[in-house]
């Protein structure tokens, strides 16, 4: 659907509009050395000089999508800055819709230029937009600068050929009809005598004035090639155009005509004889079909009573193939249980013979019964300890009432 697109915007604009992008590209390339990019941007990203076609993307035209996109971004930031504008350089770690947007957001701002495609064309690195981006900001580059481009003024060059005026001796197409025109059907009957007499004259002039004797010519060689090359311009052929060509097209018009119809009548007669041998044909095969048929017919019948019992018996290894697929999935359940279940017997009966499990057991008392003893020590130093307590405390409870006692019997006294 896209190459349809794509098909339909080039007969809109015509069929040049495929090559457009390569004299796009020569011209950018010619305002960037304008520019001086080789010394300002090439040789501070150590990079190669752009080739005639570089952002140009043609399948016969070998890219690296990658570095191209790079090549856009460091060349587009570099022609803002030109502009008068800051922008940051991109980095290779920057999104590419995000870089995209922000070159087309500066190309907007500036006056007369509109953008109508969306930043996704530009993803690519090389194509037409990418070019026609580079080549608005350049011009605009150029206007920051004061540079523009001037028509070329051609020198006059006057040549020998305009100077010398048209002579008798110029040959045009128009004297070569005047010259090789019909006479009229009235003067074709008519027998000019005096143009005879005169012609039977210079014929004898001609001869009577032939010399005996061969001539040799006295001209230098050199001034012989002067007057050639003097007259040499003089004796050219002008074709120019006149109404009468048209009749010329019309008679090849019928010729090629005369010559199709000969030719489409020898290849129709050999087209008939074609035609009947093909029907011939097809009748002898329609008819030995016919035959064969009628031959084959026992053998057909009972090829499809064949067909039908064979289809009987795939019906049924089918039902049976069925059944026998559940059972094995049953079969492989219940085998699955039992490999669990001999497991387990195999568990058991291991720890059974076994006097590991014993032992551990003996161990294990052994050690309870020393923490046991352990525990007995401490609960003893433990209730030793609160009974020290209990008497301390008794002491000096008694100790504290008798001493209040004797404050009592003092105040007392």
Same mark, same amino acid.
């Given at each position: 659907?896209?190459?349809?697109?794509?098909?339909?915007?080039?007969?809109? &604009?015509?069929?040049?509009?495929?090559?457009?992008?390569? !004299?796009?590209?020569?011209?950018?390339?010619?305002?960037?050395?304008?520019? /001086?990019?080789?010394?300002?941007?090439?040789?501070?990203? +150590?990079?190669?000089?752009?080739?005639?076609?570089?952002? !140009?993307?043609?399948?016969?035209?070998?890219?690296?999508?990658?570095?191209?996109?790079?090549?856009?971004?460091?060349?587009?930031?570099?022609?803002?800055?030109?502009?008068?504008?800051?922008?940051?350089?991109?980095?290779?770690?920057?999104?590419?819709?995000?870089?995209?947007? /922000?070159?087309? =957001?500066?190309?907007?701002?500036?006056?007369?230029?509109?953008?109508?495609?969306?930043?996704?064309?530009?993803?690519?690195?090389?194509?037409?937009?990418?070019?026609?981006?580079?080549? #608005?900001?350049?011009?605009?580059?150029?206007?920051?600068?004061?540079?523009?481009?001037?028509?070329?003024?051609?020198?006059?060059?006057?040549?020998?050929?305009?100077? !010398?005026?048209?002579?008798?001796?110029?040959?045009?197409? +128009?004297?070569?009809?005047?010259?090789?025109?019909?006479?009229?059907?009235?003067?074709? +009957?008519?027998?000019?005598?005096?143009?005879?007499?005169?012609?039977? +004259?210079?014929?004898?002039?001609?001869? =009577?004035?032939?010399?005996?004797?061969? $001539?040799?010519?006295?001209?230098?060689?050199? *001034?012989?090639?002067?007057?050639?090359?003097?007259?040499?311009?003089?004796?050219?052929?002008?074709?120019?155009?006149? /109404?009468?060509?048209? #009749?010329?097209?019309?008679?090849?018009?019928?010729?090629?005509?005369?010559?199709?119809?000969?030719?489409?009548?020898?290849?129709?007669?050999?087209?008939?004889?074609?035609?009947?041998?093909?029907?011939?044909?097809?009748?002898?095969?329609?008819?030995?079909?016919?035959?064969?048929?009628?031959?084959?017919?026992?053998?057909?019948?009972?090829?499809?009573?064949?067909?039908?019992?064979?289809?009987?018996?795939?019906? #049924?290894?089918?039902?049976?193939?069925?059944?026998?697929?559940?059972?094995?999935?049953?079969?492989?359940?219940?085998?699955?249980? $039992?490999?669990?279940?001999?497991?387990?017997?195999?568990? #058991?009966?291991?720890?059974?013979?076994?006097?590991?499990?014993? !032992?551990?057991?003996?161990?294990?008392?052994?050690?309870?019964?020393?923490?046991?003893?352990?525990?007995?020590? &401490?609960?003893?130093?433990?209730?030793?300890?609160?009974?020290?307590?209990?008497?301390?405390?008794?002491?000096?409870?008694?100790?504290?009432?008798?001493?209040?006692?004797?404050? *009592?019997?003092?105040?007392?006294?």
């Amino acid at each position: 659907m896209a190459d349809d697109g794509r098909r339909g915007e080039e007969d809109e &604009r015509g069929p040049g509009a495929i090559h457009q992008v390569f !004299v796009l590209m020569e011209a950018l390339l010619e305002k960037l050395k304008v520019l /001086n990019y080789e010394e300002e941007l090439l040789s501070k990203h +150590n990079m190669k000089t752009l080739s005639r076609h570089y952002f !140009v993307s043609s399948p016969y035209l070998a890219s690296n999508p990658g570095e191209q996109f790079y090549m856009f971004t460091i060349m587009a930031a570099w022609l803002i800055n030109a502009c008068g504008r800051s922008f940051s350089k991109p980095q290779e770690d920057d999104e590419p819709t995000a870089t995209v947007s /922000n070159i087309l =957001a500066e190309l907007r701002a500036f006056q007369g230029l509109k953008v109508d495609f969306p930043p996704s064309k530009l993803k690519s690195g090389s194509g037409e937009h990418v070019c026609f981006v580079l080549d #608005r900001l350049a011009d605009e580059a150029l206007k920051r600068r004061g540079f523009s481009f001037k028509r070329p003024n051609y020198p006059t060059e006057s040549t020998e050929e305009e100077s !010398v005026m048209e002579d008798d001796a110029e040959l045009t197409l +128009n004297k070569v009809e005047e010259f090789l025109e019909e006479p009229d059907e009235d003067e074709e +009957n008519l027998v000019d005598l005096e143009a005879l007499t005169l012609q039977s +004259n210079r014929t004898e002039a001609a001869v =009577a004035a032939k010399p005996d004797n061969i $001539l040799q010519s006295t001209v230098d060689v050199a *001034a012989w090639n002067l007057e050639v090359e003097r007259v040499l311009p003089l004796l050219k052929v002008t074709i120019r155009t006149d /109404n009468k060509d048209w #009749r010329i097209h019309v008679d090849q018009m019928h010729q090629h005509q005369d010559g199709i119809q000969f030719s489409l009548q020898e290849a129709k007669s050999y087209l008939d004889k074609v035609q009947e041998d093909i029907s011939k044909t097809l009748e002898k095969v329609s008819s030995r079909e016919k035959y064969i048929n009628k031959q084959l017919e026992d053998v057909i019948s009972e090829y499809r009573n064949a067909q039908a019992k064979l289809s009987e018996v795939k019906e #049924r290894y089918q039902l049976a193939s069925r059944v026998v697929a559940q059972r094995t999935r049953v079969l492989a359940e219940i085998s699955e249980e $039992l490999e669990k279940v001999k497991q387990e017997m195999e568990e #058991r009966g291991s720890s059974m013979s076994d006097g590991a499990a014993v !032992v551990k057991i003996k161990q294990s008392v052994s050690k309870l019964k020393q923490e046991i003893v352990r525990m007995d020590v &401490r609960v003893g130093v433990v209730e030793h300890m609160l009974l020290q307590a209990k008497l301390k405390e008794k002491s000096n409870m008694t100790m504290d009432l008798h001493a209040a006692n004797m404050a *009592a019997t003092a105040a007392f006294v």
